[in-house]
């Protein structure tokens, strides 16, 4: 068995979800948190003046997943998350030993 982490854009959680309901999943959990990659940060504009916002909304996405699947499960995610641009997310494939 393997954990899949996968952490996407806010915008994207949703149809990724849609997309894996019929994929033999074990069990999956949904987090929302902060960060940033290569971008490192962005700036945003509040009454006239511009800050740093230093870190960035995400969404991880965690799925337990047989072996034999997880390819699949991947390449879902990918083609379902996958804008283009920079700051489309990270996917983490991880042993989970000692699963019951």
Same mark, same amino acid.
């Given at each position: 068995?393997?954990?899949? =982490? /996968? ?5 994207r /959680?949703?149809?990724?979800? +849609? /997309? ?9 959990? =949904?987090r ?12 945003? %504009?509040?009454?006239?003046? %511009? ?14 997943? +047989?072996?034999?699947?997880? &390819? %699949? ?8 998350a ?13 042993? /989970? &030993?000692? =699963? &019951?």
């Open positions: 068995m393997k954990q899949i =982490v /996968a952490i996407i854009r806010p915008f /959680a949703e149809a990724v979800l +849609d /997309a894996l309901k019929h994929a033999p999943l074990e069990a999956c959990g =949904v929302e948190v902060k960060g940033y990659g290569r971008q490192k940060s962005y700036l945003d %504009e509040y009454r006239g003046s %511009e800050y740093s916002k230093a870190f960035l909304p995400k969404i991880e996405l965690t799925f337990w997943v +047989d072996d034999p699947r997880v &390819e %699949e499960v991947v390449r879902t995610i990918v083609e379902v996958r804008t283009g641009r920079q700051g489309d997310g990270k996917i983490f494939v991880l042993p /989970a &030993e000692g =699963v &019951e």
